[in-house]
């Protein structure tokens, strides 16, 4: 099942923060997160895994709550090259070893001068 | 870092053609591979798992005489599309997983267009 993403959108000035929810109906072996710029292919950011833990990537983290099914990227003191669409793709149990992604229909975000 | 090479890049033909897009992980060994279907503004769409040496699955609503996939080797997936028609006509996106708890990595996508 697609996880699902909130916000759709957001608009953001430059140097302000953003949060990006992704939330499962079915547990999580893992979260991926990544970005997509108009016309390109998605670019990985960062994979959390199960356990529940925290990432950081310069000023972008996420968190990973195992048990609540749910993960959250963090923008921070966002720069105008953080636009893009961000997509949460999520791992569950079923199909151990498939290693399918199931991708949500993605937050895009625009940072403004 | 790990890359993931797609050619071509963009492709604009006729009804009726067959077009090979290739996949190619160039720094790691990829014992599966993924496409995607990716329509404007919406979410990647999974259309098969590409497993090397083995039959790809494909998911639901997918025909698999349409879409032909082979996966060589280690390093090298194909996707067919063949006869294709106008609605054909999408972003075709492939990835590569280097084993558990590996991130996907994608490649640059094919712009299918068909007259």
């Known amino acids: 099942q697609q996880p699902v993403q909130s916000p759709q959108a957001v608009i953001l000035r430059e140097g302000e923060d953003a949060v990006i929810n992704c939330s499962s109906s079915?547990?999580?072996?893992?979260v991926h997160w990544y970005r997509q710029k108009h016309g390109e292919a998605p670019v990985f950011l960062m994979i959390?895994?199960?356990?529940?833990e925290q990432k950081g990537h310069e000023k972008i983290s996420a968190s990973f709550n195992e048990k609540k099914q749910q993960s959250s990227l963090y923008l921070t003191a966002s720069q105008l090259s953080y636009s893009g669409t961000y997509f949460c793709g999520t791992e569950g149990y079923s199909g151990a070893g498939s290693y399918q992604l199931t991708f949500g229909k993605g937050t895009k975000l625009s940072v403004i001068p | 870092g790990a890359v993931v090479s797609q050619h071509p890049s963009r492709v604009i033909c006729k009804s009726g053609t067959s077009v090979k897009i290739e996949c190619r992980s160039l720094d790691f060994q990829a014992t599966t591979m993924f496409w995607y279907r990716q329509f404007p503004k919406q979410s990647l769409m999974l259309m098969a798992t590409s497993n090397e040496g083995s039959k790809a699955t494909y998911e639901q609503g997918v025909e698999k005489d349409k879409f032909l996939i082979n996966h060589a080797s280690l390093t090298l997936s194909t996707l067919t599309v063949t006869s294709a028609h106008p609605e054909d006509s999408s972003f075709y996106i492939c990835?590569?997983?280097?084993?558990?708890?590996?991130?996907?990595?994608f490649g640059d996508g094919t712009r299918l267009s068909i007259l």
């Open positions: 959390l895994l199960k356990g529940g």
């Open positions: 990835s590569a997983r280097g084993g558990e708890d590996q991130p996907q990595h």
């Open positions: 079915k547990a999580l072996y893992s």
